[in-house]
């Protein structure tokens, strides 16, 4: 199928939009919802989406789950814990409910696509008003007039291999930070992940879209954004075209442009060439590596080896030397041995990562790594993953303190939640940086002195003048 016929047609984003027009005029006024978001950024920028259909329908929003009159839950199903919080979360609301009978109780997200899911969701759990998947999130308006209107529980869930929406209303949650999808779903099926599964089949947005949501934002003003993929090299078919997308998000000025997430694989020359022209295009990349044994990454179904992903460090480095550089690492894949965990650990010492991201191996029920032989204990998992993370500990601190001296522009993006004179924002790196100022620099870009590294996070001072 390709990209025209995925696209959902305007009748039917408009066909939504009177839906929503009609629950407005439903509900009596004051109606306040309140969203939880598990998993990765797909899943904020969809629930961006969600908030501003509620918010189209009359709906504002709750400080706490307490105070709402409709919870929805965004799930995550990556690792076995994600899919456990979603569900120790939703069971959580049958207490709540008991107090509130009308509370409006909705499931949606990557868990509800696993395969038996949404069935056993509304079967297990009565109190739940309303299983969709993620291929058909844009019909939540309709969803949810009916569960208001006839009372009933409600469950959809397609297997349609995903959709593109366009035109759905948005409320996005920081005005100075954006999300853009510029691509869906996954084709790559490394044989230990779900995503495929759930998110369905690879499918870009068309350029001019994408572009014209950039504008959007940066006009509402916008000082960083970030393109979303699960895997953005595929953009339309290859690394090439990912790099003309960048150039043209380039020239809209918007001042920090940042992607994820990048495939080794599939990682262009043009793309890398990028690193050296962009004015925009910060200089830190997430490059997820999963592993440093060529065993375990054919295993995982990579397609790159240790060299390959060694040689586009080394690349990244020459074109553009401060750039900052994290990853992903499953520990414990079936069968993995410690000479080949070890090759892990080496590979981290090598690159010098500024940080990893680690998880322990989780088997999802229908990938094909579910079914390899896994002797090694939980036990021995836990324990590498302890040595691993204490080696990229050591790295990051040293990383962080090279940085102690320099001035760096940082963005600021928060106030401290343990002191009101502290905030906080990132340097074009990526890094964390805290130093005392107050709330109404949110937003500006303020040239901060580092005087100390702490484990994850720099502190500093304002220059002025
Ligand atoms: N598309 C992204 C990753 C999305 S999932 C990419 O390819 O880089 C985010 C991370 O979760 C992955 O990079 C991987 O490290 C981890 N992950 C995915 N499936 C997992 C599993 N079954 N067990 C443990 N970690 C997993
Ligand atoms: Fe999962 Fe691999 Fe696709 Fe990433 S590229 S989402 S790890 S299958
Ligand atoms: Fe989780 Fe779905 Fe993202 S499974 S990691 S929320 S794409």
């Not at 940080?355 to 002797?375: H, L, V």
């Not at 502290?422 to 002195?449: D, L, Y």
Request: net charge negative; with cysteine; proline share 4%.
């Amino acid at each position: 199928m390709n990209n025209e016929t995925r696209r959902v047609p305007e009748e039917e984003i408009l066909r939504q939009k009177e839906i929503m027009a009609r629950v407005r005029g439903m509900l009596p006024a004051g109606r306040k919802y309140h969203i939880v978001t598990l998993g990765c950024q797909m899943n904020v920028r969809d629930s961006e989406t969600l908030a501003g259909m509620l918010t189209e329908m009359g709906f504002t929003e709750a400080a706490t789950r307490e105070e709402a009159d409709l919870i929805l839950y965004n799930t995550c199903c990556v690792r076995e814990n994600a899919e456990n919080k979603a569900l120790g979360n939703v069971i959580w609301l049958k207490e709540l409910k008991k107090d509130k009978p009308e509370l409006i109780i909705c499931v949606g997200g990557c868990m509800t696509q696993e395969e038996g899911m949404a069935e056993s969701l509304i079967r297990q759990y009565p109190f739940i008003d309303l299983v969709f998947g993620t291929h058909n999130a844009y019909r939540f308006p309709e969803y949810l007039e009916k569960v208001l209107s006839d009372r009933v529980q409600v469950f959809e869930v397609l297997d349609t291999g995903g959709t593109i929406c366009e035109g759905l209303p948005e409320k996005r949650s920081n005005p100075y930070f954006g999300f853009v999808n510029i691509m869906y779903g996954c084709n790559n099926f490394c044989s230990y992940c779900i995503v495929p599964y759930v998110r369905g089949r690879e499918r870009s947005r068309e350029m001019d879209d994408i572009l014209g949501e950039c504008k959007r934002l940066r006009d509402a003003g916008a000082r960083e954004i970030m393109l979303l993929g699960q895997n953005v090299n595929s953009y339309m078919g290859g690394g090439a075209k990912f790099a003309e997308l960048l150039y043209r998000v380039d020239a809209l000025d918007i001042p920090r442009v940042r992607f994820m997430t990048s495939h080794p694989k599939d990682l262009s020359d043009e793309l890398i060439a990028a690193y050296g022209e962009l004015r925009h295009l910060m200089p830190n990349l997430h490059l997820p590596v999963q592993a440093g044994n060529d065993e375990i990454l054919k295993r995982m179904n990579r397609h790159y080896d240790r060299e390959k992903y060694l040689s586009l460090v080394r690349r990244l480095r020459a074109v553009r030397p401060d750039i900052g550089l994290t990853t992903d690492v499953i520990v414990g894949f079936p069968g993995e041995t410690e000479a080949q965990f070890e090759d892990t650990l080496s590979l981290v010492r090598e690159v010098r990562f500024d940080a990893a991201y680690t998880f322990i191996y989780s088997p999802r029920a229908g990938t094909r790594a579910a079914e390899m032989d896994d002797p090694v204990s939980m036990e021995e998992k836990t324990e590498r993953i302890q040595r691993l993370i204490a080696l990229q500990q050591s790295i990051t601190s040293e990383v962080l303190a090279s940085q102690i001296g320099r001035i760096q522009p940082v963005l600021v993006d928060s106030v401290s939640t343990r002191s009101e004179q502290t905030i906080g924002g990132k340097t074009p790196r990526a890094h964390m940086v805290n130093f005392p100022g107050s709330a109404e620099r949110i937003g500006q870009t303020v040239p901060v002195r580092i005087t100390s590294a702490g484990k994850n996070t720099l502190r500093g001072e304002a220059v002025e003048g």
